[in-house]
Structures are given as C-alpha cells and as structure tokens.
C-alpha cells in the first residue's frame, strides 16, 4: 500500500519562499506508471492542482502558479519537494501530496490522484 506523509514548516512568513517535502513509502517514485502531484485546498475555496513531477523527473505546473512553483525530487530518499517563492496570505492553504496513475487513450495523460497525503496547513502570516 502506497502511503505518503508531508512535512514542513505550518507558518510562513509574505514574500518568503515556502518549502513541503513529501516522503513516499510502498512504491518508488521512479515507477514509470506514475506522477507525483501537489495539490492545495484554500479554506473556502476549492482544491487547486499547482504542479506534478513524473517518473523520469519531468515537471508541469498550473499556469497560473508557474512563475512562482517549483517541483523537485530525491529518489535516494524517495521524497519530492514543493517550493513557492514570494508567497502572499492567498497562498495560506492545505497543501498535499499525491500520485497520480498514467493512462494511455491515444496519448499518455496522468488522471487524478489515487493515493493522498493527510495534508499539512500552511499559513502565510507576518
């Protein structure tokens, strides 16, 4: 059973950068049937995909959170990380990990996650 666990500070202060690690556990990272996502739940708002990294360490992210996201990996730890710059109050959120399965209708598509982390609360606050 896969299982994945966030980790990372809950307060970060505007205009920093905030950091989120997630530590993978059942399956590897680099399984090529599989992207590793970050998705985010602002209180009152609904869930919002930032970005996945996929088996072979490619990278995509939402448009509108582009300029500012960044997706990493450590496979010797089995761990990818989330890292936001110049982070303001709206980005006070839930924030979790998930894998996402590969599917194959004509092309290659990731869907939507089948395995979630608990989430971590972040909140952007001086």
């Known amino acids: 059973q896969v299982q994945l666990q966030e980790s990372g500070p809950g307060l970060v202060k505007p205009s920093q950068t905030l950091s989120l690690t997630c530590t993978v556990s059942?399956?590897?990272?680099?399984?090529?049937?599989?992207?590793w996502s970050w998705i985010r739940h602002p209180t009152g708002k609904g869930l919002e995909w930032m970005g996945i990294i996929a088996y072979d360490g490619s990278t995509y992210y939402s448009p509108s959170l582009k300029s500012r996201t960044s997706i990493s990996r450590d496979t010797s730890k089995n761990q990818f990380s989330l890292q936001v710059s110049s982070v303001t109050p709206e980005d006070t959120a839930v924030y979790y990990c998930?894998?996402?399965?590969?599917?194959?209708?004509?092309?290659?598509?990731?869907?939507?996650?089948?395995?979630w982390g608990q989430g971590t609360q972040v909140t952007v606050s001086s």
């Open positions: 998930a894998r996402a399965p590969r599917a194959y209708s004509g092309n290659y598509y990731y869907t939507g996650p089948d395995y």
């Open positions: 059942g399956g590897s990272i680099t399984t090529s049937y599989y992207a």
